[in-house]
């Protein structure tokens, strides 16, 4: 008997009918085997029933080698080959059994199962037919009858599959497919069915996972790889693309649409990944060339538009050219309103341009779709402080310049507008006085913007003259009258020139 647990037991759990192998007596006579094979065929079966299956197949090798006319020899190393997946290279041997002992019904069983998961209904239900005329025993005959009503119901769906297919009738031709497929798993020809209705239906992603099926069920199949490699290009996916295209010339190195879809996938994946080579050297103006070429190299499929003006967007937001930036992210999202990437390079861009509201609806559409991730939180944090920040005083407006001036545009808004705010050019009073506090305001964003440490400060949303913005609380040590600007120098900012006031 077989003991609980083995591997016998365990291909009996699927294949009831295989436990005959280790029931299976030793026909030594019948089979006219020599004491060799015998020992082969002996010691094969216990490393069997110990779940040792290289070992075993080395043996029921040997036993075949020795004996090529020993049925049990075939018989037991087709078991092997099913015990460790490999059904292509069981089914010769269980047609050999068959050759050897025509009334082996368990081998005609075993061979109807495999032609049926095959696809070939015809050749299934014939050995089924077989065995029910074979005077089988009363478990190979009920066995045999439940596949032959299957396979003649798999014949049935697939008759129905063919006939919605050509009436152009996907969704129906899916679901008979469904159904086939869940009996005839390796059945090549319908899963590259399949494949077609789902690309019909448009949901090529579908279609890519039967034919990547159908090209390790069918031996050199070329079409699925090719048809793999060029889905992957439609998705927009070109290190794929080219990865599944090199298996098809693997297979046939003259094989002339892969090798022309070959070449214009490797032309383009080396142009993306040249482009993101030199975005990762910040070279972002060399970079939105190469992604421009991109565009022209493949104008037909939309996804490589998209995806060069997403990082087109990017490239432009992290140059600091928030206008054309704002201009190609708002592209991309009318394609894709959802698109991460470009909320969150749109949303920089705007605050370069002191669009801060814009900034902030951009960082929290983003958020909704990605939560936890940390640059949009603290890019939404800090639009909100510039936000705020923007209501109070806010120092690049008080020069009149970008916030991304550079430190020489800085000290030069700042010396015309001290020479044109002191208060020494205003007699009347109340001028004089608008004058000291406009002057005060000059004097305290030149001394912020041209501090790199204090310009930071500021541009995270934090204004380090303000009381309110310190932690800690207590005075200002910042905080600066009209009377401590006095016999300051607005114009001493390390250049060659010197400027000397008097005051009444």
């Not at 990437?341 to 990605?370: F, P, S």
């Not at 009149?400 to 020479?419: H, P, S, T």
């Not at 310190?470 to 600066?480: A, C, E, I």
Request: net charge negative.
């Amino acid at each position: 008997m077989v003991a609980p647990g083995s591997v016998g037991s365990r291909l009996g759990a699927v294949f009831p009918f295989l436990l005959v192998l280790v029931d299976l007596q030793y026909e030594g006579a019948e089979c006219g085997v020599n004491a060799d094979v015998e020992k082969h065929l002996e010691l094969g079966k216990k490393l069997l029933a110990a779940g040792q299956l290289a070992d075993a197949l080395s043996q029921f090798h040997a036993a075949v080698d020795g004996d090529p006319d020993n049925y049990i020899a075939y018989y037991r190393r087709a078991t092997v080959f099913l015990a460790m997946g490999k059904s292509k290279a069981a089914l010769p041997d269980l047609t050999k059994v068959i050759e050897l002992k025509m009334d082996f019904t368990a081998a005609r069983l075993q061979r109807g199962h495999l032609l049926l998961k095959q696809g070939k209904l015809d050749e299934a239900e014939e050995d089924f037919k077989r065995v029910l005329k074979s005077n089988p025993s009363e478990h190979e005959e009920k066995e045999a009858q439940s596949q032959l009503v299957k396979a003649d119901e798999m014949q049935r769906l697939r008759s129905q599959a063919l006939g919605a297919f050509e009436s152009a009738d996907y969704t129906a031709a899916i679901t008979f497919l469904d159904t086939i497929l869940e009996v005839c798993v390796w059945d090549a020809e319908l899963r590259e069915l399949r494949a077609e209705c789902f690309i019909k239906e448009g949901e090529p992603r579908k279609a890519i996972s039967d034919l990547k099926a159908a090209s390790k069920l069918k031996n050199d199949n070329t079409e699925a790889f090719y048809r793999i490699s060029t889905l992957y290009y439609q998705l927009g996916d070109h290190e794929l693309s080219l990865s599944e295209v090199r298996e098809c010339l693997k297979l046939d190195q003259d094989h002339k649409r892969c090798f022309a879809h070959y070449k214009q996938v490797k032309k383009l994946n080396k142009m993306i990944e040249s482009a993101e080579e030199l975005i990762r050297d910040g070279r972002y103006t060399d970079a939105t060339s190469k992604y421009e070429s991109v565009m022209k190299t493949e104008p037909s499929v939309a996804e490589y538009t998209i995806r060069s003006k997403e990082r087109i967007c990017h490239c432009f937001s992290k140059d600091e050219k928030p206008v054309e930036a704002i201009r190609i992210c708002s592209e991309v999202l009318q394609l894709e309103p959802d698109n991460v990437n470009a909320l969150k390079d749109r949303a920089e861009a705007y605050l370069i341009e002191e669009m801060y509201d814009e900034a902030i609806q951009d960082y929290e559409a983003a958020q909704e779709h990605n939560e936890n991730d940390q640059q949009i939180r603290e890019g939404l944090e800090k639009a909100q402080r510039l936000l705020k920040q923007s209501q109070k005083r806010d120092y690049y407006k008080i020069l009149g310049v970008k916030r991304n001036a550079k430190k020489q545009e800085i000290i030069k808004a700042y010396r015309k507008l001290a020479l044109q705010w002191h208060p020494d050019n205003f007699q009347n009073e109340e001028e004089k006085k608008k004058a000291e506090k406009k002057f005060i305001d000059i004097a305290a964003a030149k001394e912020v913007l041209s501090d790199p440490e204090m310009r930071k400060k500021f541009d995270d949303g934090e204004d380090p003259l303000d009381a309110e913005s310190q932690q800690g609380g207590g005075g200002n040590p910042f905080h600066r009258s009209w009377n401590s600007w006095q016999g300051f120098n607005p114009f001493s900012s390390g250049g060659p020139f010197r400027f000397k006031f008097h005051f009444n």
